[in-house]
């Protein structure tokens, strides 16, 4: 089956105005889910730059190749320090709650373990996973560059897109039959 996974970062400082918020997406992953098992892994350095996000969308153009290079080199090298820290692992439970489900999760990055609550909301034609996550609770401080005067804030989203239909991810939640989703 298949899912998207993206990540938004977000500008801040005196000169944000220079930089910009951002779409990332996960290029490689495995999402497995059998009964209400989940587990899931991330590969940290699949990381790439969708372009810069806007209220209307995603721009894709306004970065040049260079620029994202350079963005997915520091979230690499940097940020997720991914050569130590290949993979970001999710492992939990998903339970009904109203029109849709939550997952009860312990999320795994740069070898710190945190207890999160993911919403997932039914929606017409897809389901979503999104939730709002605070890096230096995982010990990765808050990038900065000319000295602060522009910063990430200290706060991503990380939001996983079902694309299949969501009996699908309902029958999988509830049977016996396993599912995997991997990149659309």
Do not use: W
């Not at 560059?145 to 009996?167: H, M, N, Y």
């Amino acid at each position: 089956m298949r899912a998207n996974a993206h990540v938004y970062t977000f500008k801040e400082g005196f000169l944000a105005r220079l930089a910009h918020d951002l779409r990332l997406t996960v290029g490689k992953f495995e999402i497995h889910l059998e009964r209400s098992k989940l587990r899931a892994s991330f590969a940290a350095d699949s990381l790439r730059v969708d372009g810069v996000a806007r209220p209307a969308g995603v721009d894709a153009g306004a970065l040049s190749a260079d620029d994202k290079a350079d963005i997915e080199d520091t979230i690499r090298r940097v940020l997720l320090q991914s050569a130590a820290h290949p993979q970001i692992e999710v492992h939990g439970t998903l339970t009904p709650v109203g029109e849709g489900f939550a997952a009860d999760v312990e999320v795994r990055l740069r070898g710190v373990t945190q207890r999160l609550r993911v919403p997932i909301e039914i929606e017409p034609d897809r389901t979503v996973a999104r939730v709002e996550l605070a890096p230096s609770h995982f010990g990765i401080a808050p990038y900065k560059a000319l000295a602060g005067a522009i910063r990430l804030q200290d706060r991503v989203v990380v939001s996983i897109e079902f694309l299949e239909q969501s009996t699908l991810l309902e029958n999988a939640a509830r049977s016996g039959d396993a599912c995997m989703f991997e990149p659309a």
